[in-house]
């Protein structure tokens, strides 16, 4: 059967990007499609300055959401990636296999490590050696897709590279993964500043929806969001990226198409409110039922320990098998 592997990392609040961009698919299609792995990836949350008890607090909060927003322990494997040292161990084995120009080559690293270094703040080696980790995340299970945001397309092609690079120099071990990209919102904007994407571990929220938001909060920072001089509601990603994010927004929400959404707006504001009640419609359930798990701590716990459980036995075996192919002496 066909293996998923995806992650979100618990660097902040989930947002409405990281609902659209990769958590709703896994909900509705991945989960009942493929033998799927969904995993909190609370070691990528120490690539950047972070406070403790918060990275924790955050861990809990992303699988209450995730179970929140419909993934099912009984049909997905739903774990946290610390809880399983395979993780850790394989990291080791692709930083052998990589070398420092590709890791200084992405795209992350670059924009991350300047907003650490313009805050004043020194980057940590971990922010550079991120893709490693996240290579190591993927192989391990012998993952045949990664469903993602693009932002991440890059990483996984990284993940492919040293697949097949240690493939070749060491024997099969590893199954080529390739990332797989949802057909609309691969990219939610942020509402502020519709040229840079939604993230939830920036500092400026006035532009990020968190699915976690009041509804109040939320139809406020829809019917705020920067449009662009000019009234007429066109899909122009170019020219007009704001207006175009709420459409993809908005056609994301309703399963529509953001060019058709286009010629049924006359105003900028009508746009904003159909798009904020078409946010608030989504989710409302998965608020609903996060505040239900919230009452039930042990009932999260609980999956969280059948997931690394699992994930464990499956990652072992090929782990282990790496380390060998590699040259290392496996114990007696
Ligand atoms: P951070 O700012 O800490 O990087 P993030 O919001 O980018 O947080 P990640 O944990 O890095 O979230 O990514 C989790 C998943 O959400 C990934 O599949 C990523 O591609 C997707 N994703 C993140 N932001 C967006 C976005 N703005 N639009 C679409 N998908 C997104
Ligand atoms: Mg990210």
């Known amino acids: 059967r066909r293996r998923i592997f995806s992650g979100i990392k618990p660097s902040g609040h989930l947002t409405l ?10 909900v509705q ?45 009984e049909r997905c494997t ?20 990589a070398t420092d120009g590709e890791m200084r080559r992405m795209i992350q690293y670059k924009e991350k490590a300047a907003r650490e270094r313009s805050s004043g703040t020194s980057v940590r080696l971990s922010l550079l050696t991120y893709p490693a980790l996240m290579a190591a995340d993927i192989l391990a299970y012998g993952t045949h897709e990664v469903p993602v945001g693009d932002d991440q397309t890059q990483h996984v092609e990284l993940a492919r590279d040293l697949a097949q690079r240690f493939n070749q120099r060491y024997g099969p071990v590893f199954t080529v993964p390739r990332a797989t990209n949802p057909r609309v919102s691969a990219r939610v904007m942020d509402l502020q500043d519709p040229t840079s994407k939604m993230g939830k571990s920036h500092a400026e929220t006035a532009g990020i929806v968190y699915l976690l938001d009041e509804p109040e909060a939320v139809r406020k920072k ?19 990226p704001g207006v175009a994010n709420l459409l993809d927004v908005l056609a994301s929400c309703t399963d529509g198409k953001p060019e058709v959404l286009a010629g049924e707006f006359t105003s900028y504001g009508a746009l904003k409110k159909a798009t904020a009640e078409a946010v608030l419609e989504l989710l409302r359930p998965v608020r609903a039922r996060h505040a239900e798990l919230c009452a039930d701590p042990s009932y999260v716990e609980g999956v969280l320990r059948t997931g690394a459980e699992r994930a464990r036995g499956l990652a072992r075996p090929r782990v282990d098998e790496a380390y060998a192919a590699i040259g290392l002496l496996p114990p007696a």
């Open 78 to 97: 739903l774990f946290v990636q610390s809880h399983v040292d395979e993780h850790a161990r394989l990291s080791y084995l692709m930083e052998c296999t």
């Open 17 to 26: 990007g990281n609902y659209l961009g990769a958590v709703r698919r896994w």
């Open 222 to 240: 829809i019917m705020r969001a920067v449009t662009d001089s000019g009234t007429e509601v066109r899909y122009d990603r170019t020219a007009q």
């Open 29 to 73: 299609e991945d989960q009942y499609n493929a033998d799927a792995l969904f995993c909190v990836v609370d070691l990528h949350a120490l690539t950047v300055e972070h406070d403790p008890a918060r990275v924790r607090r955050l861990t809990r909060q992303a699988a209450t959401l995730l179970l929140a927003a419909g993934l099912d322990p």
